[in-house]
C-alpha cells in the first residue's frame, strides 16, 4: 500500500498520470458548478454520453489518437447534441427530459456501433479506443496531458473572465438580460465549456460516468459554503481530490478502469457531505432534533413541578409527578437528576422542589403558554376547548422578544382564558 | 446631473406602447396596447390574474418576442437608455437557494455589460451599500437570501433596482406576498423616488390595496380598458370591464388561435 503511494509520486509516468486527472477534477468541479446551479445536470450526463461518436469519428478520420482530433471530434459532436436537445424541447412537445434522454441514448448508440466498426478494422492503433466507455487514465500520454492542461487553464480563464455574467445568467436570467448581457451567447459559451470539459475528461473517466464528476463535486460543495466563489473553489477540490484518489485506488486494483474508482470516490465525499455538513447535514440536523426534544422536555418537567406547587405540593416525589403528568418513569428519574445538578431542582427526602431559578425558569414557560392561549382566543378566534395543544408546543418557542410583544399587544394581562393566573 | 434632469422634462412620456401584441404558449394574452405613460410618477399597470400584466412588462424590457407593434422608452429603444431602466422581476421567478448574499444581489446592480470584465469599483460598492440601507437591510447583508422572509427578498430585489441608479423603475408584482412592514418601506421609498423626479411603474393585481399611491393607472384585461390620471380612470364603469372577467368570445377565439397555430398578424402586415 505504502510502496503504492509513494509509486504515485516519484514515478515520471505516474506523476503524469496524477496531474493530469488532478487538473481534469478540478476543471469538472468548476464547470459542473454552473451545470449544478443551472439546474442542467441531465444536460451534462447528456453530453458525456453523447461525445463517444465524436470520438470514434475523430479516430477514424486520423487514424490514430491524436488528442486534438479526438477532441475536435468530441467538441463538434457534443455541440449538435445539445444544439438538437434544445431544438426537440423548444419546437416539439417533447419535455426537456425526454429530449434529453432520447439524444443522449441514440448518440450512445451511434458511438457503440462506430466503436464495434472501428474494432473490426485493421488498424493496429485502434486498441484502446474501447477505454474511453470507462475510463483508463493509464492511457493519457505526456501530449494528451499537455493539450488537457492547455485547455483547462482556457478554461479556467475563461471562467474568471466571466464570471460575472455567469453568475447573473445562473441567479436571474431575465434581470442579466434587461441589463443588457447577452443571455442566449452565455449560455452556449457555458454549454461549450461543459463540452470541452467532458471532452479532455472522458479518457481518464469515460463517457458512461463523465458527468458525476461534473455533478457530484458541485452538489457537495453546496451543502458546505453559500458563497459562490467558494462553492466554486471547494467544488475544484472535491473533483481533484476525487479524481487523484480514484486514479491511485483502480491502479493497485490490477489496473481496472479509473472512471468507476472515481465514481466511488466521489460518492464518499458526497455522502461525507450529506452527514457531516454544518446544517443541513444528516448529524446536524439529528443534533438539533435532540436539542429540541431535550428543552421541550426539561421545560415541562419544571411547568409540572411549577402546576404542582400552584396546588399546594412544594415537596414533589416521583409518585407525585408521575399523577399529574404522566410519562416514562426510567427518563423522569434521569431527567430530574438532570436537573437537580443544574440547580432549578432541591431534593429533601426523596422529595423535590423548585429552586429560586427553576421557579423563574418555570413560571416563564407557563407564563408563555398561558399568554399564548390568549392570544390564541383574542386575535385567532379559537375556541377554548381548542388552544391548548397548539400552546403546549408554542410555549417552547416563545423567546423573550415574541414575549415582550405579545405582552403589549394583550395590555399586560392577568389571567388566561381558563382563569388561570398568569405569572410574573 | 441638472443638465440632465432639464433635458427630461422636456420630454413628455417615460414609456409609449404602440400596437403592441404578444402570445404567450401561442395564446394571444395582449391585443393592440396603446398607450403612453407620463414621467415622474407612480404609475400602476393593474388587472386581474392573467391580464397579461407581467407580459407587458416583459415585453417592454424585450423580454418576450413581440407578434406586433413596439414600445419605446423616453422616446427611444431600449438598447439606447439601457442604463437609465432598472427591472425587477417578480420574486418567484428565481431560485433563492442560489449561493449569494444580500450584498452579492444588490452588487448585481452595478454590473454593467460594457465593464463586466472589470472589478466593482469602490463607488459601486458604497452605492450597493446605500441601496441595501435605503431598503432596511443593512444588519442582513452577510445573509444567504434563501434566510431572509418573503417581504426581505422583495426588499433585495428593490436594493439591486435602486443601486442600478436609473431613471424609471419597472417593477412586476412587489407586493406579493410582503409583510406590512416591507409595503410601508416600499410605498415610502416610491414617493422619495417620485420625488427625485423618477418613474415607476409598477404592476399590481388589485386595486384594494396600495392603489392610493398611483398616481396614474393602466386598466389591463388582455386589452387595454383604460389609462389616464387615477381619479379619471377610477370609474365603476372601468373596473367592471376590468374584473368582470374575461370577453366570453374572445377567450374563444384565443383557443382557435391556439388549436390552428395562427399568427396574430398576417405575413407583410406592417403596422402603421
Known amino acids: ?424 | 446631473m441638472k443638465n440632465r434632469e432639464g433635458r427630461m422634462k422636456n420630454k413628455k412620456n417615460s414609456i409609449e406602447v404602440h400596437n403592441l401584441s404578444v402570445a404567450y404558449n401561442k395564446i394571444p394574452v395582449l391585443w393592440d396596447i396603446d398607450f403612453e405613460i407620463p414621467q415622474g410618477q407612480i404609475i400602476g399597470i393593474v388587472g386581474p390574474n392573467g391580464s397579461g400584466k407581467s407580459t407587458l412588462l416583459k415585453a417592454i424590457m424585450g423580454l418576450v418576442p413581440l407578434s406586433s407593434g413596439y414600445t419605446k422608452i423616453f422616446d427611444k429603444d431600449l438598447n439606447a437608455v439601457r442604463e437609465k431602466v432598472a427591472y425587477v422581476p417578480q420574486r418567484e421567478s428565481v431560485d433563492w437557494n442560489f449561493p449569494a448574499t444580500v450584498e452579492d444581489v444588490v452588487r448585481m446592480g452595478r454590473y454593467k455589460p460594457g465593464k463586466l470584465f472589470n472589478r466593482l469599483s469602490v463607488i459601486d460598492k458604497e452605492l450597493a451599500s446605500q441601496a441595501i440601507e435605503k431598503v432596511k437591510l443593512t444588519p442582513y447583508k452577510d445573509r444567504q437570501i434563501a434566510q431572509l422572509s418573503g417581504g426581505q427578498q422583495q426588499r433585495v430585489f428593490l436594493a439591486r433596482a435602486l443601486a442600478q441608479g436609473a431613471d424609471i423603475y419597472i417593477m412586476d408584482e412587489p407586493f406579493v406576498g410582503v409583510d406590512v412592514a416591507t409595503e410601508k418601506t416600499i410605498l415610502d421609498l416610491l414617493i422619495t423616488m417620485k420625488n427625485e423626479g423618477k418613474t415607476v411603474v409598477i404592476v399590481h393585481h388589485d386595486l384594494q390595496t396600495v392603489s392610493n399611491s398611483f398616481d396614474y393607472l393602466v386598466l389591463l384585461n388582455t386589452r387595454l380598458i383604460a389609462h389616464g390620471p387615477t381619479k379619471e380612470v377610477l370609474t365603476e364603469e372601468n373596473l367592471q370591464a376590468t374584473y368582470g372577467g374575461q370577453l366570453n368570445l374572445l377567450t374563444k377565439l384565443q383557443n382557435i388561435i391556439k388549436e390552428k397555430d395562427f399568427p396574430i398578424r398576417e405575413k407583410g402586415f406592417e403596422d402603421k
Request: charged letters at 20%; a positive charge; hydrophobic letters at 50%.
Open chain 1, 1 to 424: 500500500m505504502m510502496e503504492g503511494i509513494t509509486y504515485f509520486f516519484t514515478d515520471p509516468i505516474a506523476q503524469k498520470v496524477i496531474m493530469g486527472i488532478a487538473i481534469i477534477g478540478a476543471v469538472s468541479g468548476v464547470v459542473g458548478t454552473f451545470s449544478f446551479l443551472r439546474k442542467k445536470t441531465l444536460i451534462a450526463d447528456a453530453i458525456s454520453h453523447s461525445v463517444l461518436p465524436g470520438i470514434c469519428l475523430g479516430f477514424m478520420f486520423a487514424g490514430t489518437k491524436d488528442p486534438i482530433v479526438l477532441l475536435t471530434g468530441a467538441l463538434v459532436i457534443g455541440w449538435i447534441s445539445v444544439w438538437l436537445i434544445d431544438y426537440l424541447s423548444s419546437t416539439t412537445k417533447l419535455s426537456a427530459d425526454t429530449a434529453i434522454a432520447l439524444v443522449s441514448t441514440l448518440f450512445f448508440a451511434i458511438g457503440s456501433v462506430l466503436l464495434s466498426v472501428i474494432s473490426k478494422s485493421q488498424n493496429a492503433e485502434q486498441t484502446g479506443l474501447k477505454n474511453f466507455l470507462f475510463g483508463k487514465a493509464a492511457t493519457m500520454t505526456t501530449f494528451d496531458v499537455e493539450v488537457f492542461t492547455v485547455v483547462s487553464i482556457a478554461i479556467f480563464v475563461l471562467v474568471i473572465l466571466f464570471f460575472k455574467p455567469f453568475q447573473l445568467v445562473c441567479f436571474n436570467h431575465e434581470f442579466a438580460k434587461s441589463i443588457g448581457v447577452k443571455v442566449k451567447r452565455m449560455e452556449f459559451l457555458l454549454s461549450t465549456l461543459t463540452v470541452m470539459t467532458v471532452a479532455i475528461g472522458i479518457q481518464a473517466v469515460g463517457v458512461v460516468l463523465m458527468s458525476a464528476l461534473l455533478i457530484a463535486p458541485a452538489a457537495s460543495a453546496r451543502y458546505w459554503t453559500n458563497r459562490l466563489p467558494i462553492m466554486i473553489l471547494l467544488a475544484a477540490l472535491f473533483g481533484t481530490f476525487s479524481s487523484v484518489i480514484g486514479v491511485m485506488l483502480s491502479t493497485m486494483k490490477n489496473n481496472m478502469p479509473t472512471g468507476p474508482w472515481i465514481v466511488f470516490s466521489l460518492f464518499t465525499f458526497t455522502l461525507f457531505t450529506l452527514l457531516f455538513a454544518p446544517h443541513k447535514g444528516w448529524f446536524s440536523i439529528k443534533r438539533r432534533n435532540l436539542s429540541n426534544h431535550k428543552k421541550i422536555t426539561e421545560e415541562n418537567l419544571l411547568k409540572t413541578f411549577y402546576q404542582l406547587k400552584e396546588e399546594g405540593n412544594t415537596a414533589v416525589s416521583f409518585r407525585d409527578f408521575l399523577e399529574k403528568r404522566a410519562v416514562d418513569t426510567h427518563s423522569l428519574v434521569r431527567d430530574v437528576r438532570r436537573m437537580v445538578k443544574h440547580g432549578f431542582l432541591v431534593e429533601k427526602d426523596k422529595t423535590f422542589s423548585l429552586t429560586e431559578s427553576g421557579n423563574k425558569e418555570a413560571a416563564r414557560v407557563l407564563r408563555s403558554h398561558r399568554l399564548w392561549e390568549l392570544y390564541l382566543t383574542n386575535r385567532m378566534n379559537f375556541k377554548n376547548d381548542h388552544i391548548h395543544g397548539t400552546a403546549e408546543t408554542i410555549e417552547h418557542l416563545i423567546t423573550p422578544e415574541i414575549e415582550q410583544l405579545l405582552l403589549k399587544e394583550l395590555d399586560f394581562p392577568t389571567s388566561d382564558p381558563h382563569n388561570k393566573e398568569i405569572p410574573y
